[in-house]
């Protein structure tokens, strides 16, 4: 009964603010963007929640004793079997895209960079949840290292899995989560170096959002001011070819 009454209120709310606001609250075309089931989910969370409001970390004797990997459990294209009988000592993450400072890092400078551990939720759209520990190195200062440019709005990754027809695995969130304290780019789980089932060798963690959010298989880095002229245009692989929303927080 509380959660109906909390989203009534939340409503009556959204509805006051559209009240009180200019004559774009009058207009039906802003009205109907805003009250979008994509949008209205994005601007309650962002609303209700401090920006570096964190995700739920969990106590260590909590960890899940298997991690399901969710998604592409192996790329298995030529290019990425290469990389994995080589240890992944040629893969380089490219960041690119709208910076002044284009970069290329090898797995052992990533390695070497300070890095964040949390032990986190990952809940999938499938239904499933998995309590695991991460290790790997916050987005924000690789991304202050490639000097965004002013226009840059959103973080694109590109993924070395093949979705066939020759479409690749991609995902993309704004700035607001790309700073995120816990946004991090992981390269251990639960102490071990990344399975290949679990996105070797590096995988986004963007823990306050579903799993699909969660790019494994990294293999570039692009900043880019508008998501629609990527791939399919609506910001990530599943939301272009199964209609799931681009904002997925949690």
């Avoid at 509380?2 to 004559?23: E, F, V």
């Avoid at 816990?182 to 639960?190: E, G, H, M, R």
């Avoid at 102490?191 to 060798?201: F, K, T």
Wanted: proline letters at 5%.
């Amino acid at each position: 009964m509380s959660l109906i009454l909390n989203r009534r209120n939340l409503i009556l709310g959204a509805a006051a603010t559209l009240a009180g606001c200019d004559r774009l609250a009058r207009n039906p075309t802003v009205r109907e963007a805003l009250f979008s089931a994509e949008n209205f989910h994005k601007w309650a969370q962002r609303s209700l929640m401090v920006r570096d409001a964190m995700a739920h970390e969990f106590r260590p004797d909590q960890i899940s004793p298997f991690f399901r990997p969710n998604g592409t459990a192996n790329p298995n294209t030529p290019e990425y079997k290469a990389l994995w009988r080589d240890g992944f000592a040629g893969w380089r993450l490219k960041i690119g895209g709208l910076v002044e400072r284009p970069l290329s890092l090898s797995l052992a400078q990533l390695r070497s960079l300070p890095h964040r551990e949390q032990i986190t939720r990952h809940d999938c759209v499938e239904g499933w949840s998995a309590i695991g520990k991460w290790r790997g190195v916050p987005l924000k200062p690789i991304l202050d290292a490639a000097r965004l440019r002013d226009g840059a709005r959103y973080i694109v990754f590109h993924c070395a899995d093949d979705m066939g027809g020759g479409k690749g695995y991609y995902e993309s969130i704004d700035l607001v989560d790309a700073f995120h304290p816990q946004t991090i780019l992981a390269f251990a789980l639960n102490d071990e170096p990344l399975r290949v089932a679990n996105g070797a060798p590096l995988r986004l963690r963007v823990e306050r959002q579903l799993g699909y959010k969660q790019a494994k298989y990294l293999m570039e880095i692009e900043a880019v001011a508008r998501l629609d002229h990527v791939y399919g245009g609506k910001g990530g692989f599943w939301e272009d070819h199964a209609g799931y929303d681009w904002y997925a927080g949690i």
